[in-house]
């Protein structure tokens, strides 16, 4: 695509209603949550997974999800359990994340955590109750779809879960913790896995349903990648910038348990400008797609701008 083409999605971008669109989407990707999972005995565990699934959050995955399928062509129907999917894996690792041998937080999303509700063995289960049943979820429930595609799904999935994703990233950052010599690599590979590798597999996955081409798909991947890091980076300044009512979670943790951030390397107004830096570039691997692209061009200013 010419420059002048490129500019011109940027532009239109601008005139992009997000707000709108994140709004009906939002609301989609709630109706299906709710309907994804309906209480049955032994109805604590099931009160406890849909307690943190249901306790509102950006929905940026299952968005993002929904988004790049669009993109290839597929329709809504045929990401949802997929994103719904990528919903109840990122609930679980916040679960998971918030407990006392982990993080040790009250709070999330503007509510009590998990553990602090039900105790730490059934949030301990409702972790691994939603982690599971994302896996069945996307088998069972997506239609209109060629079989090999649900399969590298579910692959992909499995990969930003285990060791090679999040939970990678997390072991090394809970090595990290009180340690002052931590290398800007290290806290890029732990960004790297604790949150890139989702982000990845939500805009790469939906655009494997719909069957997307492998050169496109590593443009995705790329534009993944750089938003992955840069949302970190602004979760990171947010976490001293914004208040506790802002994030929904205690805010200034990251000061207080002396964690190396990005802020702590590059100070407030550096992080601001690396996570620009890594915004252009996520949109500069869209221009191929042209106008199509106009939600994750917007989806990537959103993230850098984001307050909570
Ligand atoms: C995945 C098997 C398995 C275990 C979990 C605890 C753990 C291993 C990993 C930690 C992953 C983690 C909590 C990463 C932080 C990612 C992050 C920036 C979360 C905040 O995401 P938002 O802002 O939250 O999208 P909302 O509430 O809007 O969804």
Redesign the pocket.
């Given at each position: 695509m010419a420059t002048a083409d490129a500019a011109n999605v940027l532009e239109q971008a601008v005139e992009f209603d997000l707000a709108t669109y994140l709004a009906e989407r939002q609301a989609l990707v709630e109706e299906a949550l709710d309907r994804s999972l309906p209480v049955v005995y032994p109805e604590k565990i099931y009160d406890a997974m849909r307690y943190s699934l249901l306790a509102?959050?950006?929905?940026?995955?299952p968005i993002l999800c929904l988004a790049t399928c669009e993109l290839v062509g597929g329709t809504i129907e045929m990401a949802m359990p997929t994103a719904c999917a990528l919903?109840m894996?990122?609930?679980?690792?916040?679960i998971?994340?918030d407990l006392p041998a982990?993080?040790n937080d009250d709070y999330?999303?503007g509510k009590l955590t998990n553990h602090k509700v039900f105790g730490e063995d059934t949030a301990i289960l409702a972790?691994d109750g939603l982690?599971a049943y994302a896996f069945e979820h996307v088998a069972t429930e997506t239609k209109h779809v060629l079989p090999e595609r649900i399969l590298r799904v579910v692959a992909i999935l499995g990969r930003a879960?285990?060791a090679a994703?999040?939970?990678g990233?997390?072991v090394v950052?809970l090595d990290c913790e009180g340690k002052k010599d931590v290398s800007l690599e290290t806290l890029n590979f732990i960004h790297n896995h604790?949150?890139a590798a989702?982000l990845e597999a939500s805009v790469t996955s939906g655009a494997i349903l719909a069957g997307i081409s492998e050169i496109n798909l590593k443009r995705l991947s790329r534009y993944a990648q750089n938003i992955g890091l840069a949302?970190?980076i602004v979760?990171d300044i947010l976490d001293i910038t914004a208040t506790q009512e802002e994030l929904?979670k205690t805010a200034g943790k990251d000061l207080q348990a002396q964690k190396a951030t990005y802020p702590s390397f590059w100070g407030l107004d550096e992080s601001r400008q690396q996570a620009q830096t890594l915004i252009q570039k996520a949109k500069a691997e869209l221009t191929e797609f042209g106008e199509a692209a106009q939600p994750l061009v917007a989806i990537a200013d959103f993230i850098a701008n984001r307050t909570?």
């Open positions: 509102g959050g950006k929905r940026l995955r919903e894996i990122h609930t679980m690792s916040l998971h994340d982990m993080d999330r999303r972790g982690l879960v285990g994703g999040l939970v990233g997390q950052d604790k949150t989702l949302f970190q979760d929904g909570h």
